[in-house]
């Protein structure tokens, strides 16, 4: 039995994910099996299909359980940005290796769970599916799991640029300084009598202004490293398209 041939284009913004010969848009010949299904044919090649924004064939969208026939001539696309998220308030999971990304979003105001232990990836795509959270990951092979409610692969390295994508890509509300950086609680304003068992000498003779976790009971306040956060919270927040709060 002949295998059928397609032609499948990648778009350039996912040509990371292809080998070269098929980076930059170009439309190449592909073998398939005849059974298997688009979105499984699309992760073959290496595109994680929480990338994909839709699934083009002869130039009208199909579902990913589509069969490709032969001749189909392929377009993957990627996601739209900002990217809307159904079905429940917009909230991350980070894998073991985004812990400063973390800490950042979660500076921002942006719920987002991470666990320092190493969880393996079953424990992590379950999580994400039970707490209805986008998993946020660089790992490929973890975003093509199955039981995952939805995700979204983590382009750069470097957290500045990291932190940019997210945004750019889900533009979450932002409220800076209402979360825990630690355990991702929400914070409370904190009365100095009610902390000072918590502070050291001269925190409590320097500070008056406070505010404590609801969850980890972690307490908070403007110390030094202070004005450089709230620059970087700045330049945030000036950043278009994700610079509103409220």
């Not at 295998?3 to 098929?22: C, D, M, N, S, W």
């Not at 992590?124 to 599916?129: D, E, R």
């Not at 919270?233 to 278009?240: F, K």
């Amino acid at each position: 039995m002949n295998r059928p041939e397609i032609i499948v284009q990648v778009a350039p913004e996912l040509g990371l994910f292809v080998p070269h010969a098929r980076r930059g848009g170009v439309a190449a010949p592909l073998l398939t099996d005849g059974v298997s299904t688009l979105g499984h044919v699309v992760e073959s090649l290496g595109v994680p299909m929480t990338e994909v924004g839709a699934l083009v064939v002869d130039g009208r969208e199909i579902a990913a359980g589509h069969v490709p026939a032969a001749g189909e001539h392929v377009e993957v696309r990627p996601v739209a940005r900002p990217q809307h998220v159904p079905g429940a308030p917009l909230r991350f999971l980070l894998d073991v290796h985004l812990g400063t990304l973390a800490r950042r979003l979660r500076l921002l105001g942006v719920d987002a769970a991470y666990e320092a232990t190493d969880l393996g990836d079953p424990a992590l795509a379950a999580l994400s599916a039970a707490e209805r959270r986008v998993l946020l990951s660089r790992d490929r092979g973890l975003l093509r799991r199955r039981e995952l409610w939805a995700g979204a692969y983590v382009y750069s390295d470097r957290t500045d640029d990291q932190l940019r994508d997210v945004l750019g890509r889900f533009a979450p509300e932002l409220r800076p300084w209402t979360r825990c950086t630690a355990c991702n609680g929400l914070l409370t304003e904190a009365r100095k009598e009610d902390v000072a068992d918590r502070l050291e000498g001269g925190t409590r003779a320097t500070y008056d202004v406070f505010a404590r976790c609801t969850a980890c009971e972690r307490v908070y306040w403007r110390g030094a490293h202070h004005d450089r956060l709230e620059a970087m919270v700045a330049q945030v927040l000036n950043e278009a398209p994700y610079g509103r709060s409220t």
